[in-house]
């Protein structure tokens, strides 16, 4: 049981070494370094003539045996060496040969530690501590050994050092509970919009400022590896959609001063709804204490953002602020917001209000009245996400490759971006789309899209059909299940006529490319020039002919071949809609084979 609790006792020291605020190096020539003041009770540690550490009431910044740094990492131990002498600390307990072990430290409150070592051959953990003896000069101390804690160290950086931040106040905690705090960053328009608003909890303040001074430094309260991270929108980007962030990096360090890249992020289609999180998803399992975020993109003159956060965020003080209803069938956004930091988020709930048909036909919405939405639009409802990607042109008449498999159902899309759609290209309203809805901003001219929509489908009956409505600029290409559908050049024609209803084109789907259960609706969008726009809605029915019901008897079986083949004799007539099996126009002996193939399940 000793064994198990002294083990347990230096693993407890490397877990928290971290926390303690000086940088360990592993560089065996200490060519770049920091090098500190080791101090307990208030006393400087020296190094005297025989390597002892000596104790004295005030460190001398001109003598180099006062300079100490750590070598090597928690993981390994560490050994002190000392700067005036050359030499690594021979005192028992710290003599670094092949049997001694290497130095621990153990936390004491984030400030102070304990150093400890262990000794293999007798299995024993001792700890260091002050002895006191007199000599010529006073009392003098030194380090001694003991199993018990007795001595307590903490450390100054010393004169070639740079400073290690300080912890800050707490503003904000992650769902794990680690604490992040502003140490520094960059200047905004005013007083009242500097970065320091950036990591204060509180979305309804911003930076607003140039894209060159948009930069923060925060610290957290232990190490963390960064899972995600996230930045929200400012309180009024709605207002303000050229001041929409696109371009960042996002950096770690262990000191707040050597830093090194965790997550790149160039042309973001960053949504510009007033304080809404988006969420960057990273899984790094590096760990570090401080973290800088900074915009990278100084083409664009300003910018502004209320938040960034580290990791998965907790929210436990909600309510809901509003209903919206959209009317005409559609569901109702609901409007949550967190009493704490402000943060804004909606969701669709079920649908309060009926759609106002005519002639089969809704005059609000044009759905048919035997139609539901498999996904919707975004006009007048909260955006919803797609996974997307995209990219540039590479020269003319010469267009990037879509990924192998990405309009399939098990393709991989976790690393696309989540665009919000409508999307547009900026300034869009003094054009043909005024009247429509955007929520994310298409940058630029000649790129592209490749857009995913996954569905599932409960039911799928033998008369189902499938519309897709959409408002394409410029070129589009759909796929269901991998399956091309859709293939149209140019841009939509009738969008200039303003409302949703008026502006969507209208194609028909056929029922074989879905399938019960999962699905997937792939789109690729290609923006020429001009302006961009796209956004799009599924909707899925029923015909009242099952295909292949020749006969109209309900089913679908060798008699309706019977009665096909009569009608193309001229034996009998019948309904042409119901013999035109495969929707050609005309009905003749292609319709067999048509119906043979339904009969046996063969498309």
Same mark, same amino acid.
């Given at each position: 049981?000793?064994?198990?609790?002294?083990?347990?006792?230096?693993?407890?020291?490397?877990?928290?070494?971290?926390?303690?605020?000086?940088?360990?190096?592993?560089?065996?020539?200490?060519?770049?370094?920091?090098?500190?003041?080791?101090?307990?009770?208030?006393?400087?540690?020296?190094?005297?003539?025989?390597?002892?550490?000596?104790?004295?009431?005030?460190?001398?910044?001109?003598?180099?045996?006062?300079?100490?740094?750590?070598?090597?990492?928690?993981?390994?131990?560490?050994?002190?060496?000392?700067?005036?002498?050359?030499?690594?600390?021979?005192?028992?307990?710290?003599?670094?040969?092949?049997?001694?072990?290497?130095?621990?430290?153990?936390?004491?409150?984030?400030?102070?530690?304990?150093?400890?070592?262990?000794?293999?051959?007798?299995?024993?953990?001792?700890?260091?501590?002050?002895?006191?003896?007199?000599?010529?000069?006073?009392?003098?101390?030194?380090?001694?050994?003991?199993?018990?804690?007795?001595?307590?160290?903490?450390?100054?950086?010393?004169?070639?050092?740079?400073?290690?931040?300080?912890?800050?106040?707490?503003?904000?905690?992650?769902?794990?509970?680690?604490?992040?705090?502003?140490?520094?960053?960059?200047?905004?328009?005013?007083?009242?919009?500097?970065?320091?608003?950036?990591?204060?909890?509180?979305?309804?303040?911003?930076?607003?400022?140039?894209?060159?001074?948009?930069?923060?430094?925060?610290?957290?309260?232990?190490?963390?590896?960064?899972?995600?991270?996230?930045?929200?929108?400012?309180?009024?980007?709605?207002?303000?959609?050229?001041?929409?962030?696109?371009?960042?990096?996002?950096?770690?360090?262990?000191?707040?001063?050597?830093?090194?890249?965790?997550?790149?992020?160039?042309?973001?289609?960053?949504?510009?709804?007033?304080?809404?999180?988006?969420?960057?998803?990273?899984?790094?399992?590096?760990?570090?204490?401080?973290?800088?975020?900074?915009?990278?993109?100084?083409?664009?003159?300003?910018?502004?953002?209320?938040?960034?956060?580290?990791?998965?965020?907790?929210?436990?003080?909600?309510?809901?602020?509003?209903?919206?209803?959209?009317?005409?069938?559609?569901?109702?956004?609901?409007?949550?917001?967190?009493?704490?930091?402000?943060?804004?988020?909606?969701?669709?709930?079920?649908?309060?209000?009926?759609?106002?048909?005519?002639?089969?036909?809704?005059?609000?919405?044009?759905?048919?009245?035997?139609?539901?939405?498999?996904?919707?639009?975004?006009?007048?409802?909260?955006?919803?996400?797609?996974?997307?990607?995209?990219?540039?042109?590479?020269?003319?008449?010469?267009?990037?490759?879509?990924?192998?498999?990405?309009?399939?159902?098990?393709?991989?899309?976790?690393?696309?971006?989540?665009?919000?759609?409508?999307?547009?290209?900026?300034?869009?309203?003094?054009?043909?789309?005024?009247?429509?809805?955007?929520?994310?901003?298409?940058?630029?001219?000649?790129?592209?899209?490749?857009?995913?929509?996954?569905?599932?489908?409960?039911?799928?009956?033998?008369?189902?059909?499938?519309?897709?409505?959409?408002?394409?600029?410029?070129?589009?290409?759909?796929?269901?299940?991998?399956?091309?559908?859709?293939?149209?050049?140019?841009?939509?024609?009738?969008?200039?006529?303003?409302?949703?209803?008026?502006?969507?084109?209208?194609?028909?789907?056929?029922?074989?490319?879905?399938?019960?259960?999962?699905?997937?609706?792939?789109?690729?969008?290609?923006?020429?020039?001009?302006?961009?726009?796209?956004?799009?809605?599924?909707?899925?029915?029923?015909?009242?002919?099952?295909?292949?019901?020749? %006969?109209?008897? $309900?089913? #679908?079986? &060798?008699?309706?071949?019977? *009665? +096909? @083949?009569?009608? !193309? =004799? /001229?034996?009998?007539?019948?309904?042409?809609?119901?013999?035109?099996? %495969?929707?050609? $126009?005309? #009905?003749? &002996?292609?319709?067999?084979? *048509? +119906? @043979?193939?339904? !009969? =046996? /399940?063969?498309?």
């Amino acid at each position: 049981m000793k064994k198990i609790l002294l083990s347990i006792s230096i693993m407890l020291g490397w877990a928290m070494a971290q926390a303690l605020p000086f940088v360990p190096t592993n560089d065996p020539t200490l060519s770049t370094n920091y090098w500190y003041f080791l101090k307990t009770e208030g006393l400087y540690c020296a190094s005297n003539d025989n390597l002892e550490i000596v104790f004295r009431n005030s460190g001398d910044v001109n003598n180099d045996r006062y300079l100490w740094c750590f070598v090597n990492t928690p993981n390994e131990g560490y050994r002190l060496y000392n700067k005036g002498t050359g030499c690594y600390l021979q005192q028992e307990g710290l003599l670094y040969d092949d049997s001694y072990a290497y130095t621990y430290y153990q936390d004491m409150d984030g400030t102070n530690f304990y150093l400890t070592y262990h000794l293999s051959d007798w299995n024993a953990d001792y700890y260091l501590f002050m002895n006191t003896y007199q000599d010529a000069y006073g009392f003098i101390r030194y380090m001694d050994v003991d199993p018990e804690r007795k001595g307590v160290f903490s450390v100054e950086l010393a004169k070639e050092g740079t400073p290690v931040p300080g912890d800050p106040a707490w503003t904000r905690f992650d769902i794990n509970g680690v604490g992040y705090g502003f140490i520094n960053g960059g200047t905004g328009f005013s007083q009242g919009e500097s970065s320091a608003n950036l990591c204060d909890n509180n979305a309804e303040t911003k930076y607003y400022g140039s894209y060159s001074n948009c930069w923060i430094i925060m610290k957290a309260s232990s190490d963390v590896a960064v899972n995600q991270y996230s930045i929200v929108t400012a309180n009024d980007s709605r207002s303000f959609y050229n001041r929409s962030l696109r371009s960042w990096k996002l950096q770690g360090s262990l000191d707040g001063t050597n830093w090194e890249d965790i997550d790149i992020q160039k042309n973001y289609p960053m949504p510009f709804d007033d304080r809404v999180e988006v969420i960057i998803r990273v899984n790094d399992n590096r760990k570090f204490r401080f973290f800088r975020f900074m915009a990278t993109n100084s083409a664009l003159i300003d910018v502004q953002i209320s938040e960034v956060w580290i990791n998965e965020q907790p929210h436990s003080s909600v309510g809901i602020a509003a209903y919206i209803e959209h009317g005409c069938g559609n569901p109702r956004t609901r409007h949550w917001s967190c009493n704490e930091c402000k943060l804004q988020r909606f969701y669709l709930s079920p649908s309060v209000t009926p759609h106002n048909f005519n002639n089969g036909i809704c005059t609000e919405c044009g759905i048919a009245e035997n139609e539901t939405r498999l996904l919707y639009n975004g006009q007048g409802l909260i955006p919803y996400y797609v996974k997307a990607l995209h990219a540039n042109r590479i020269s003319d008449n010469n267009w990037p490759t879509a990924p192998e498999g990405w309009n399939t159902v098990g393709f991989d899309d976790s690393n696309w971006d989540n665009l919000p759609l409508p999307t547009a290209s900026p300034g869009h309203s003094d054009g043909p789309f005024t009247s429509l809805q955007y929520i994310s901003y298409w940058y630029n001219e000649y790129n592209c899209y490749w857009i995913r929509r996954p569905f599932s489908i409960n039911e799928l009956k033998p008369n189902a059909t499938f519309r897709l409505r959409c408002v394409h600029d410029d070129n589009m290409v759909v796929y269901v299940n991998g399956q091309e559908v859709i293939n149209i050049e140019g841009w939509t024609a009738s969008a200039d006529h303003g409302t949703w209803l008026e502006a969507c084109e209208s194609f028909d789907i056929p029922a074989s490319a879905f399938q019960k259960g999962d699905n997937v609706l792939a789109i690729y969008m290609q923006q020429n020039w001009g302006g961009a726009y796209f956004d799009c809605e599924l909707l899925m029915g029923e015909s009242d002919a099952i295909p292949g019901d020749v %006969n109209g008897d $309900g089913r #679908v079986n &060798v008699s309706d071949v019977s *009665a +096909l @083949i009569n009608m !193309i =004799l /001229g034996l009998t007539t019948m309904d042409n809609d119901r013999a035109d099996v %495969n929707g050609d $126009g005309r #009905v003749n &002996v292609s319709d067999v084979s *048509a +119906l @043979i193939n339904i !009969i =046996l /399940g063969v498309h």
